[in-house]
């Protein structure tokens, strides 16, 4: 399978559960849409973690220009004031449309868990087939712990009332994930 | 958290009656059991389930044995990375544990994710007894919290409650107005007032799915989201975990992790799957991580996985799919379909986890349909466990009913059985009369039995006939042994007799051994494992297996269990082990038989058109795995085979099932004839006598427009013959 199936198919699966997905080209088109989402959705917070220092810089740049704040670490000081997560994946698993996030770090659980948004930033190159691809991975991250793997795929998610599928009902209410094409760029 | 399992089938079966009038419960679920079965076949796509099936139990049986050994590398694993394990031999010690971690880390609000183990050890009521204030964040969890209930299934706790029903309750727990038909909003109700709880909590409750012994890691799988929230918020994460979801690696979990939420909700995935290893970073306590203690659950478990028969039970990996597929549960719902435990593998682990007392009556309410079996991903034989949980009851319990006790004497010695047999064909004669079927019983039997006319036993039996009927075959192609089974002997000859010409026609020779018995299923669905192990030998000394080419049966019962069950009752008997299994071989069914080994062809018939409807019997389809064959015969025999709902779903006979629990299969059975009238069908078709026997005499009580035949007999008419010469068979 090459790269641009592996696209294929993680785009295809990751929207039958109701991920958006956007190919950028690099971070800056990664923070302009980020920045644009949460204000289209009325949102007044950004809560950056993992990224590169100059799509920081931007980030932060352009959240004054449109009057939003970025939060900064530790987030257990803005608990309820999460609306949109920024954060970098570790690997894609196609088939399956999952996420792969080594959440060790307090900041990055917590703002993955408790924001409205989740936009989640994957570099084409970490996208694998199956989850046996990342097996290996996960292993070396098992055998060094203390560790927090998480495995997201879609949105918060219930069914629990008359088996009426209700998106967000703990976790973000949208997930938006950004297939990053240049890394480094 | 109440859970009043009846002890007796009387009380029982006055519940069962309760739960069969709740319309609200019986649409939704029957709803759930198609979508079900359409999402999950549409998440398997792709994949080969049979080899994935194989794989699970291959890899969770060989870890079964090795518990403790796992438990032991999972601790040393986990406390280097700043956990504490602990092991609790019993419900009792787990809760007591908890709520000493509790106590000691100053712990006075309590969050928790779902987790089964947490409802089989009532840890809740436990924790609230010693002032905790627990709660539940697992939407359906809560939900069911809140009312003061268990979960009606596992993996879909709040499945029996209407949207009325939680909107009044959300009324009451925020004092404001709900709108019923706006689920997204009662959601958010949830959402918003959880959020408070998540925030407050000092400790998370949460159990696993896997504990994975090569690294100290839990595995968590689940959608809401709220599994997180409860291993991340608090200071203090508390995980009670089965010792039998320890699994060797992490390779082993990602395996079940491709079949469970597929097979559980027909999800490729679930949203969220969480691995733990250690005592993560957590700023809310002082250390600056997170107080973690991971307590293994024993109650049995250690001493089941043991067991010859019953290890296999820990196999299961809690996917709740055997309720998903059980007619019953379809019927009554989850509170009368386990004790906590919720479908087939609720019925056995009852006994184990919550006592005897709780499984007495629950554990009889199965039909050995096999549904559960062919979807269980872990390759569990469940049918085959619940029937020796019922001797496991008995058997704890001191207990033998009379009727195990004669049965077991008549179906041992054979010639007294038949003898039997011959004088109840007497004895109900004044019933019947000359007509061939029973439509008023006897006052001894209770009236709930009178929903189906019963057939009548014949005068002259299949055996006697035999001589006269055996028909002559010169230079055989083939020989085959006609196996009757007690339904095709005594109640309906003419079945067989129907099938003779046309397998003399293809130089069949059939002989039909007199030492033949009862096969014995009988037996074993009354828990007489010893009785069916003695019949089944009695009938593989009756056959000359060398000497045949196929043992031929018009019951897919007796085929089911000849086939598949006399190899696991005899298969390693040191003397007859070799035979037995060599027996098992060349059992075949009537309608492979005629497709695949006789390939009768549509020129020997003569096409009616008639629009027959057919019923899959359970140990057609699923026991021996015959779909298509009789399917391809009907219309190889000219018949137009319409289709019809839920053709595999169990006619509700189940042999004594249908005398223990009539009113379950006399539902069943009504269900099936309206599908079969609302497709349109004058003819109802299968290949099973006992199946005949349920439906016929329903489809007589009830004055339906079709009638009910077998498919020999179904064939047999529209036979016009291979060769001239077979024209004088008819």
Known sequence: ?185 | MTTHTPHDIKTYRQRLRHALDNAFLRQTLDTFAAAYRESRAKAFEGIDLESLIDDIARRKASALPRLEELFAQFKARAEAAGAVVHSAKTAQEANELIAAIARENGVRKIIKSKSMTAEETFLNAHLERHGFHVTETDLGEWIIQLRREGPSHMVLPAIHLSRHQVAELFEKVTGEKQNPDDIEQMVKVARRTLRRAYLEADMGISGANFAVAESGTLGLVTNEGNGRLVTTLPRVHVALVGYDKLVPDLETALTILKALPRNATGQIISTYVTWITGAVPCDASLSGRKILHIIFLDNGRLQLAKDPVFSQALQCVRCGACANVCPIYRLVGGHNYGHVYIGAIGLILTAFYHGTENARALVMNCLNCQSCKAVCPAGIDLPYLIKNAVRHVLDQEGRRPIKNVVLAKVLKDRKLFHFLLRRASLVQKPLAGKAPLIRHLPLFFDKAHGFRSLPVIQAVPLRDRWERLQPQVSDPAMRVTLFGGCLTDFVYPEQAEAALPILADHGVAVDYPMAQTCCGLPALMAAEKETARDVALQNVRAVDVDQTDWILTLCASCGSHMKENYPKLLGDDPVWGQRVRAFAEKVIDFSSFLKDVLKVSSDAFMPSHEKTAYHAPCHLCRGLKVVEAPRDLLKTAGLDYVPSRDEDVCCGFGGSYSLEFPEISAELLKRKLDAVESAGARMLVTDCPGCVLQLRGGADKQARSFRVCHIAEAVARAYRGKTDEALKFL
């Not at chain 1, 792969?100 to 868990?113: G, I, W, Y």
């Not at chain 1, 570099?123 to 199956?130: G, H, I």
């Not at chain 1, 918060?156 to 973000?172: F, K, M, Q, Y």
Request: proline share 5%; hydrophobic share 40%.
């Open chain 1, 1 to 185: 399978m090459n790269d641009q199936d592996l696209v294929e198919l993680m785009s295809g699966k990751a929207q039958a559960v109701q991920t958006v997905v956007r190919l950028c080209a690099h971070w800056d088109e990664v923070v302009t849409y980020t920045l644009d989402l949460t204000a289209s959705q009325g949102g007044s917070s950004v809560a950056p973690w993992g990224l590169p220092d100059q799509a920081r810089d931007r980030l932060i740049q352009g959240a004054a220009h449109k009057g939003l704040r970025v939060l900064d670490p530790p987030f257990r000081r803005h608990l309820e004031q999460i609306h949109t997560a920024l954060t970098p994946v570790d690997w894609g698993v196609a088939e399956t449309g999952t996420l792969v996030l080594d959440s060790t770090s307090e900041d990055l659980r917590l703002a993955t868990m408790l924001s409205e948004t989740h936009v989640a930033v994957l570099p084409k190159e970490r996208l694998r087939r199956s989850s046996f691809d990342v097996a290996e991975a996960m292993k070396a991250w098992h055998m060094d712990p203390p560790r927090y793997v998480a495995f997201i795929s879609g949105a918060s998610r219930t069914a629990d009332i008359e088996r009426v599928l209700t998106i967000g009902v703990h976790g973000p209410q949208h997930l938006h994930l950004l297939i990053l094409k240049e890394a480094d760029a």
